[in-house]
């Protein structure tokens, strides 16, 4: 009966072979929602494991001259459709559908993959922001694009900026890169999403839950990677925007880019300003300090035959005043705090060219805050200097990773190395200098055995100069699309070791008195995630619903806790526990609708080694809903995004072990904006407003004793208030000669 069986398979694939071998044609480009040909797309096409390409431009049939008789990585690009990427194998059906712009069901992404891929076929759960998402809500920092993003909570802090938390885990436990590379500087836990502009981006890529094997520590909540744009296929190229708002804000940014054989130069700066806001306009201390903002980025890109290098200078300057109150007798005097922080970085990325390819980046990147203390005298106008301190982060990063793909598609792996050196001086860590190093080997199998089902182990090895590390392991799966319909569910464990400064750190000022700690241990963590997901994708109209569940348990979890002095310093918590669900609807009419609806559901829980008790799960609800209506024929679009943000419930527990609870009030958002496009996207123009139901603060209401939090109970800031705002866009550009 085996026999039989194994006969029956044989002659089946070889029935399969020949009849794919017959259907070798001429390769076709149409339009997705309309089936019409589309004409003169350009077409890159390079043979797996080879490093030369050639190109192709569709005729007025779609016919594109390209016959697929071996496998080929394609990628296809016209203006008002959606970039394919993608690896054609002989036999396949000769024809590519794109979809339009307006749409973004399969978003390319890079961010922890072996290769490009759509992220319908990605393993991970990946949220795409593409550059006409980021046009149309006229973003210009991290903050302002991920305030209506569902199962992500934003923080406030005047002094220390704009915090992220998704999926109840937040500060050390979320990772910003830019392209690849870890954005340092972090205060209070936070990388101020303020300071992280968009200037020139391509994508926000996101992916929710843990990804310690593959980028470390900082990883347990999620990922976010910001993917600058390449200019890649452009002569030469150049923009400029301004942008302002109501509130008093001031930003501009420009840069060009040249493309010569086998050299391309890029250079992109801007200046962003902030006046400052308080709702009560009393006194000389606003609740968001003034500040002034200056970034460059200079980028030289070597394309050579067998592989590229590709190499970046960052730069970001910014100068943030904290004003204090006039002192009595005469109210004419004051002491005034300026705060100056630089970024640096620069990286070196290599890879080379194929289908089994190796990529390596290499970045150092340095941080300094500096805080000056002023006696300003306003009769005279005069400052006289007080006292200064400044606080200096630093650190060197090589990560390289060797990539296999056979041929059929059945079976990749990747290996790779993590080097992280990080140091930090200043009187904020007592004047001496301070630093770890983190050295990790990692190694992932990808294994597809039928096109409906594909599974990833992934094994992280680390030496941490400061803490024993253990075996760090994940598993990830994803069955479909079948029928429309695909599933993933992963299962990982976590790890993070006290950074330098929970570690030595002081943090001190008129709003903070935060102080390190060495006896500190490393967190250890454990992730459950699933994903449910239904496409359906028709020639008029596409929707989709999808369908999430994470359970995270983190042991040894750092926070704050205050002290009987009314400081507050890092402690390790026993256990602290996250699970939650969220559902999201969308649904497109082409080309003139689309609208999303998600609701998620958080809940918290901690247990601390003094508590008599347990906390219970305390849950906090969330709705987002996005709506576009596109006028194709005029380029212009009208876009609505709300988000509510239910009530958060605070816990306190005494030395006695008592259990209290407060709250943080629940808020609204409602932002509205008008997208227009002339001269074939050369000139944009976005007009709208922000924060409709003028929300300024809400109550937070914390339980008496220790709370566990910097900030007491009272008025929390959300946002600056009721806004108007405009940007304006001029691009021109001429394509490289083929």
């Known amino acids: 009966m085996i026999n039989y069986l194994k006969f029956a398979i044989a002659t089946g694939l070889l029935f399969l072979m020949l009849s794919v071998s017959g259907q070798n044609a001429e390769l076709k480009i149409l339009d997705y929602t309309s089936g019409e040909p589309v004409a003169f797309a350009h077409l890159k096409v390079t043979p797996l494991g080879s490093s030369q390409s050639k190109y192709f431009v569709s005729d007025v049939n779609g016919l594109t001259g390209l016959t697929v008789t071996a496998p080929v990585e394609v990628k296809i690009t016209f203006v008002g459709y959606q970039s394919f990427n993608d690896t054609l194998l002989p036999g396949c059906e000769p024809v590519i559908k794109l979809m339009p712009s307006v749409t973004t069901f399969d978003e390319m992404v890079v961010t922890a993959q072996y290769s490009p891929v759509s992220a319908d076929r990605s393993l991970y759960k990946i949220n795409v922001i593409n550059s006409m998402q980021i046009k149309k ?19 406030q802090d005047g002094a220390v900026g704009t915090g992220i938390s998704i999926q109840g885990l937040s500060g050390e436990n979320v990772k910003i890169l830019v392209d690849g590379v870890p954005v340092i500087g972090r205060l209070n836990g936070v990388i ?9 981006v391509q994508q926000v890529e996101m992916i929710e839950g843990p990804m310690s094997v593959i980028y470390g520590s900082n990883a347990l909540a999620g990922v976010i990677n910001i993917i600058p744009k390449e200019n890649d296929t452009k002569r030469i190229s150049a923009n400029a925007s301004a942008y302002t708002e109501s509130v008093g804000v001031y930003n501009f940014d420009g840069g060009f880019g040249l493309k010569k054989g086998i050299h391309g130069f890029s250079f992109q700066a801007g200046r962003n300003f902030f006046d400052g806001f308080d709702g009560n306009n009393t006194g000389r201390q606003p609740e968001w300090k003034p500040r002034r903002q200056v970034n460059l980025d200079a980028d030289y890109n070597l394309y050579l035959k067998k592989f590229n290098i590709k190499t970046r200078l960052s730069l970001f300057d910014e100068l943030l005043k904290s004003n204090g109150d006039l002192l009595p007798l005469y109210f004419e005097k004051a002491f005034d705090n300026d705060f100056n922080t630089d970024r640096y970085t620069a990286t070196v990325n290599f890879a080379t060219k194929g289908c089994n390819h190796f990529t390596a980046s290499n970045s150092y990147s340095y941080y300094s805050r500096i805080r000056t203390l002023y006696y300003n005298d306003l009769t005279v106008l005069e400052k006289t200097k007080v006292s200064s301190d400044t606080t200096r982060f630093g650190s060197w990063m090589s990560r390289g990773m060797y990539t296999y793909r056979g041929a059929t598609g059945i079976l990749g792996f990747q290996a790779g190395y993590d080097l992280n050196a990080e140091w930090a001086d200043g009187d904020r860590v007592g004047g001496k200098t301070q630093s770890i190093t983190d050295l990790a080997g990692f190694f992932s199998l990808q294994y597809h055995p039928i096109d409906y089902l594909s599974f990833q182990p992934g094994l992280r090895l680390a030496y941490n100069s400061r803490f024993d590390s253990p075996l760090i392991y994940a598993l990830h799966v994803k069955t479909g699309p079948f029928h429309g319909s695909s599933f993933r569910t992963s299962y990982s464990s976590g790890f993070r070791a006290p950074s330098i400064k929970e570690l030595y750190m002081s943090f001190v000022d008129v709003n903070h008195k935060i102080y390190g700690n060495t006896e500190l241990t490393p967190e250890k963590s454990q992730h459950l995630q699933f994903q449910y997901l239904h496409k359906i994708e028709k020639t008029k109209y596409a929707a989709e619903a999808e369908v999430n569940l994470f359970l995270n348990n983190v042991s040894n979890i750092i926070t704050l806790a205050s002290m009987q002095d009314g400081s507050y310093t890092y402690v390790n918590v026993d256990h602290y526990r996250t699970r939650g669900y969220s559902a999201q609807i969308r649904a497109t009419l082409f080309p003139a609708f689309d609208a999303r609806l998600g609701y998620g559901h958080t809940g918290t829980q901690s247990t601390f080694s003094d508590a008599e008790t347990r906390l219970k799960f305390s849950w906090s609800p969330e709705i987002t809903t ?12 009208f876009s609505a995004y709300y988000k509510y943000t239910g009530k958060v419930p605070r816990f306190n527990v005494s030395d006695a072990g008592e259990v209290t609870e407060g709250k943080v009030d629940a808020y609204n958002n409602l932002d509205i904006s008008v997208y227009k496009s002339f001269m074939d996207d050369r000139i944009t123009l976005t007009i709208g407003a922000k924060n409709l139901f003028d929300v300024t603060s809400i109550n937070s209401s914390t339980p008496s004793g220790n709370s566990g939090s910097v900030h007491s109970g009272g008025d929390f800031p959300i946002a600056w208030g009721r806004t108007f705002f405009a940007k304006i866009n001029f691009s021109i550009w001429r394509d490289e000669k083929k």
């Open 137 to 155: 809500k006229a973003a210009y920092n991290l903050a302002g694009l991920m305030r209506n993003q569902l199962n992500v909570r934003l923080s």
């Open 192 to 200: 101020d999403l303020s300071q992280v502009n968009l200037q020139n």
């Open 626 to 637: 996005e709506v576009t209506y596109m006028l194709d024929k005029k380029n212009m679009s």
